[in-house]
């Protein structure tokens, strides 16, 4: 082997660093992911998909009852039908957090590869894997329902690395698998293989865009055909918190030392990206929260513009991980935020709801109960209330009382005169 060969083979590969970092990151989230399923804090979404994909292993569709629809009448995400297999042998919530934690974390891996293809030392690259594992968005994401998006980093940075290698048919089986999440893919993978024709490789460029006309447009006819009306946010030309908004750009690009700013020009590329979450109008919560999983194109292209960034300016390592490592304990958007701790579980609770999956009658559970519908979403006879503005009784976010955590592993005594609320010990009184 050449030595320029030998060279090329170790930029294939993530750094050491980074690989025990992906590790940790797994361990940690799977951990506290767990932690926040057995308290009853998971949202319909992850109930939504452990029901669809347990019914499409039995031959009962993509139907849910948290949609009270199939699924793929509401996004296109014919990709996902790859975990029904999986889900046949382990039809547990459990198994899809597991799966989305290893997403996020694995992408890591594919952002310190690219890094080091566009020539950034060991180094560089390894602290921009980790400041990606670092940032509130990333952990936001890792800790949140599962969803489509939970995907669209790791298939990002593995696109990226197959455009900059001028890898045609590999660039163009992820560009596939990223149009097979949800339907706006196709907008976006339409603007940059417009731009990597222009500015990189016309025929990957052209092969990208072309397959992102081609899903949209069978989207479009699917959607026309069947009647189907999927869920669409607003948009309108003005911006909502535009204080906020600027909070939030900040907040993403933070955890890397601003590093992606010294793209300058390109960073017009990202335009669609910003525009999605700038411009639209109220919605259910703020899709520009930094770490809910509409943030995913954004971040994957933050993330990748840091690797290039860097590769530029190696000096950069050491703000990048100082820079991560503080937004990851100020601003983060799950339980590591410094004042934050585990919930409390409540086994009892959590019995009741599994025990759920074995019903053979019709079971509505109260929106506000939703963690329970998601315990027992692989039981198609279960399904959620719909959501009602006036009900009352939901669970503050977050526990910030260590001392029942610590109770429930033995550890002094727990807060007097307290109930449990979703694993949140909260007055007796207001429950």
Partial sequence: MTPSAIVDAARSRPTRAVIVAAAVFAIVYVALDLNKLYALRYGADTGTFVQWLVGEAHGRGSWNGAEYRPHLQVHDSWALLGL??????LPYAQTLLVVQVLAIAGTALAICVFARDCGAPPRAAS????????????QGIAYGNFLENVFVPLLAALGAIAVRRRALIPAAIVAQLLLG???????????????????????????????????????????????????????????????VMLAFFAALLAPFAFAPLLLQWRLLLAAPLVAELTFNRPWAYPIARIGTHWT?????????????????????????????????????????????????????????????????????????????????????????????????????????DPRAFLASLGIGVAPANTVLCGGVPIPAVRR
């Fill in 84 to 89: 029904v297999p999986l889900m046949a042998i």
């Fill in 127 to 138: 602290a921009v894997g980790i400041a990606y594992l670092l940032s509130p968005s990333a």
């Fill in 181 to 243: 999440l949800k339907e706006d893919e196709a907008l976006f993978l339409a603007w940059f293989g417009v731009a990597c024709a222009l500015w990189w490789d016309r025929r990957i460029g052209w092969t990208l865009a072309g397959l992102a006309i081609v899903n949209g447009a069978g989207f479009i006819v699917a959607e026309r055909v069947t009647g189907a009306h999927p869920s669409l946010p607003g948009y309108a030309l003005h911006v909502d918190d535009p204080l």
């Fill in 296 to 400: 995913a194109p954004l971040v994957a292209a933050t993330a990748l513009a840091a690797a290039y960034a860097v590769a530029r300016r190696p000096a950069l390592a050491t703000p990048m991980l100082v820079c991560a490592a503080l937004c990851a304990l100020l601003f983060n958007d799950t339980v590591l935020k410094l004042g934050r701790y585990p919930y409390v579980v409540d086994r009892v609770a959590y019995a009741k709801a599994s025990a759920l999956r074995r019903s053979e009658r019709p079971i509505v559970v109260r929106r506000v109960d939703e963690g329970a519908y998601v315990a027992a979403a692989s039981n198609p006879n279960v399904v959620l209330a719909k959501y009602d503005p006036h009900e009352t009784g939901y669970c503050p976010a977050y526990d910030k």
